[in-house]
């Protein structure tokens, strides 16, 4: 079991700047990646950005440039720092983490979500 707590979420004006955190516990060993995903009403659950264990990040053609994911291995930690924020990014925003049990079978776990608001 992998526990995940955000935090950092708010509200915001446009052109402003949040930074989330997801801090992982648990059978943490196991993780390949993490990753932030935002969900608004009435539609999907979509990656905003995501980091490899050995810190290869990826990124939401939408965010690019605007939101960096970093991860501090020795806190267990991942980072979603949001820079120029828009009211299209108003959402609420999950953290995930995808690993393998011992056993070799994959896993994906969810944080609670963080809500992100960006008032214009």
């Known amino acids: 079991q992998v526990q995940l707590v955000e935090s950092g979420g708010g509200l915001v004006q446009v052109g402003g700047s949040l930074r989330l955190s997801c801090a992982a516990s648990g059978s943490i060993f196991g993780i390949n990646a993490m990753g932030w995903y935002r969900q608004a009403p009435g539609k999907q659950r979509d990656l905003v950005a995501s980091?490899?264990?050995?810190?290869?990040?990826n990124y939401a053609d939408s965010v690019k440039g605007r939101f960096t994911i970093s991860r501090d291995n020795v806190k267990n930690t991942v980072y979603l720092h949001m820079n120029s924020l828009r009211p299209e990014d108003t959402a609420v925003y999950y953290c995930n983490a995808d690993g393998t049990y011992s056993g070799g079978s994959p896993y994906r776990y969810w944080g609670q979500g963080t809500q992100v608001t960006v008032s214009s």
């Open positions: 980091i490899t264990q050995g810190g290869t990040t």
